[in-house]
């Protein structure tokens, strides 16, 4: 394996868990941040809390973001990615980043799709590198070369690196939209071997989540239609990276009478070492997706949430 990974720093990243507690140490509110943001994503490190989403930038750069030392009071710190000229592959969209740290490199996953995108076909997932969590940020294209959306890296015990990604439509290598799939990988920026269907039983499943927890791998993801109160969360388990995954019966997350269509999440461990979901919902009257959070539990070997949470 390459030297890159001799030193792993496993902060708000690649998650490991064991704990069978609910327990909630923090003090939150939902929306944390009253902005329309979705596909959100927090990094902790060093007693700060760093908020990538997509969502509006205030200097014409790609994905926000915001920070906070304790997940409640945000500030906006600048956009993430300078947006390519008409020619380039990150053109526009930006949706869907993770943020993840390997030695002294952080790696800002995304997508993007050049300006010509018939139904959203030339988006893919690509990747930025920076020395500090906030940049600058420098584009080294995508990771994968085919139509793809929401790219989550999962770095195992054994120190393989995996990829897992939604197809998107019209997708040139000929492989089903809408089904979530993985790859092995070298290092971060490049991914080997063929790509190996992990998730495909519903009409479109999308933004995969790895949790490591004893000798089983869990996956969180969404399903249902993202613009409506049948998006939710659901799970699935493995004993390895890459399946076969058998889906959980249980939902993770689904509407109530205050939140509507949650689901986009990531996942993250705060000061105390205590798991947490960040997530975006609509709010009942469906005018904005905003970040939202809720503790998670274990409860009979299944992940659990009392969420989705929120006063609007």
Known sequence: MNKLFTILFLIGSFLTYSQNTK????????????????????????GTYYLFATGYTKDDKG???????DLKDWDYVKGAVKRGDSTSWNYKHF????VHKFDDTYYLYYTASPKISPKNSGNKVGVATAKHIT???TDH????????????PFLDD?????????????NATGLPKGKIYAYRMKDPLTIVGDPIPLITKHGWQEGPYILKKDDEYWMTYSTGAWKNETYH???????????PYKLID????????????PGHNALFTDERGDLWIIYHGWDKNFKARYPRIDPLYWKDGVLKCDGPTGNK
């Open 233 to 243: 969360v659901k799970l699935a388990k493995a004993k390895s990276p890459l399946g």
């Open 158 to 170: 054994d120190h393989q690196l995996y990829f897992y990604f939604t197809v998107e439509q019209l």
């Open 135 to 137: 940049g600058p940020y």
């Open 141 to 152: 294209g995508p990771v994968i070369p085919h139509g793809s959306i929401d790219g989550h």
């Open 63 to 69: 994905i926000p973001i915001y920070k906070s030392d």
């Open 250 to 261: 249980e939902t993770l997350l689904k509407t109530n009478d205050v939140v509507k269509g």
């Open 23 to 46: 327990t909630i140490h923090i003090n939150y509110e939902n929306p944390i941040i009253d902005e329309y943001l979705a596909d959100p994503f927090i990094f902790y490190e060093n």
């Open 95 to 98: 949706w869907a980043p993770e």
